[in-house]
Every structure is written in C-alpha cells, then in structure tokens.
C-alpha cells in the first residue's frame, strides 16, 4: 500500500508543478509517504488533514491546497508544516478532488478499504441503535405484562398493545439479523483485510 501512496503523490506532484502549495506540500508527504492515508471526506477530529484540488480541464472555484490542524484551517503549506510538527508520527488525510482519470483510477484502488471501514462503521451503529430499540421496547413490554396482572379490567386494550410491541420486537430482530448478515458480507469481500 505505501508504494501506491508514493506513485499517488509523485503522480500529484508532477500534474500540479504550476501550484507552488501542492509541490511544497508533496515534498513534505514524500519524506515519509506511509503516513499519508487518502480519504473521502475530512472529519474534524482528524489531527493532520489536507484538501488538494487538481482540476486540469474544468475550472472549480476551490483553493488548490487547504489544511487543517485538529480541524482548525491553517492559511499555508509552511505553517501547516510548522504546526505539524507537533504531532510527530501521526497520519496525515488526504482529500484530493481531481478530474483527471489516471489520479481517479490511482485514488479509487486506494479509497476501497477506506470505504470498507466507513460502511462497517455504519452497520455497527446501526446494530448498537436497534439493540437499544429492542431494550427500550422489551423493558416497555414487561411492565405491560406487570400492569396486566395487576389491572385486570384494562386486559383487553392491553393485549392489543402486546401484540403491536411484539410484532416491533420481530421486526427489530429481523433487521438485527440482516445487518449482522451485511457485516459478515462487508468482511468477506476481498481486501477487507485492513488498508496498510
């Protein structure tokens, strides 16, 4: 993986030799080409992030470097590097929006895993919400039960209220097993074995 980062940023730096930012920013990259993981989107939280826009035939109104410290915007390539300095070791996300299709196709193989992880993230916070759900409806459920035994005139309103939470709990549970299905497919898949 880390020598098709390298071909990705000499890639860069060679299509972008008329941005002076880019080719100061690729240089750094260079140093040390494993510490530079390319994503889909920048999240705030990230410590060392970066935007690059290399559009070579449409003209989008996008400054051809951004950077960003722990999600603070950081005016040039040479104060980004300064401040990156602090953060010695620590992987540095790359956003790059391109048009031309040899970066695209590059980007593309590494971008797979990353989206990989991101849909398994997303499957994972979907089963954590509905187990709670599930929680949620079957304490609710219990202490229907619990009021049953105890308030007998209202059994028959009650009992339809049962059968309207039971049908939730099914439903909650065959949803349950398709997104654990959809996990263990996501892991399947090959190179779903991790991005480095």
Same mark, same amino acid.
């Given at each position: 993986?880390?020598?098709?980062?390298?071909? &990705?940023?000499?890639? &860069?730096?060679?299509?972008?030799?008329?941005?002076?930012?880019?080719?100061?920013?690729?240089?750094?990259?260079?140093?040390?080409?494993?510490?530079?993981?390319?994503?889909?989107?920048?999240?705030?939280?990230?410590?060392?992030?970066?935007?690059?826009?290399?559009?070579?035939?449409?003209?989008?109104?996008?400054?051809? +470097?951004?950077?960003?410290?722990?999600?603070?915007? &950081?005016?040039?390539?040479?104060? +980004?590097?300064?401040?990156?300095?602090?953060?010695?070791?620590?992987?540095?996300?790359?956003?790059?929006?391109?048009?031309?299709?040899?970066?695209?196709?590059?980007?593309?193989?590494?971008?797979?895993?990353?989206?990989?992880?991101?849909?398994?993230?997303?499957? =994972?916070?979907?089963?954590?919400?509905?187990?709670?759900?599930?929680?949620?409806? =079957?304490?609710?459920?219990?202490?229907?039960?619990?009021?049953?035994?105890?308030?007998?005139?209202?059994?028959?309103? =009650?009992?339809?209220?049962?059968?309207?939470?039971?049908?939730?709990?099914?439903?909650?549970?065959?949803? =349950?097993?398709?997104?654990?299905?959809?996990?263990?497919?996501?892991?399947?898949?090959?190179?779903?074995?991790?991005?480095?």
């Amino acid at each position: 993986m880390g020598s098709e980062t390298q071909r &990705v940023l000499v890639y &860069v730096g060679r299509i972008a030799h008329q941005t002076p930012s880019i080719q100061t920013i690729i240089g750094y990259l260079l140093a040390d080409p494993g510490r530079t993981h390319f994503v889909y989107h920048i999240k705030e939280d990230y410590p060392l992030a970066m935007a690059l826009s290399i559009h070579r035939r449409i003209e989008i109104p996008l400054a051809p +470097w951004q950077g960003f410290i722990r999600g603070v915007p &950081v005016p040039d390539p040479l104060t +980004w590097i300064q401040a990156a300095q602090d953060f010695k070791g620590q992987s540095v996300m790359v956003r790059i929006s391109t048009d031309d299709p040899v970066l695209l196709q590059l980007l593309n193989t590494l971008l797979k895993d990353e989206k990989r992880a991101e849909y398994r993230s997303q499957l =994972l916070e979907r089963m954590d919400g509905v187990r709670q759900e599930l929680d949620h409806a =079957l304490d609710l459920y219990n202490e229907v039960r619990h009021i049953m035994e105890v308030d007998r005139d209202r059994q028959p309103e =009650l009992i339809k209220f049962l059968a309207m939470a039971e049908n939730q709990m099914q439903g909650m549970g065959r949803e =349950l097993k398709a997104l654990k299905a959809h996990l263990e497919n996501n892991e399947a898949m090959p190179g779903s074995e991790g991005s480095d």
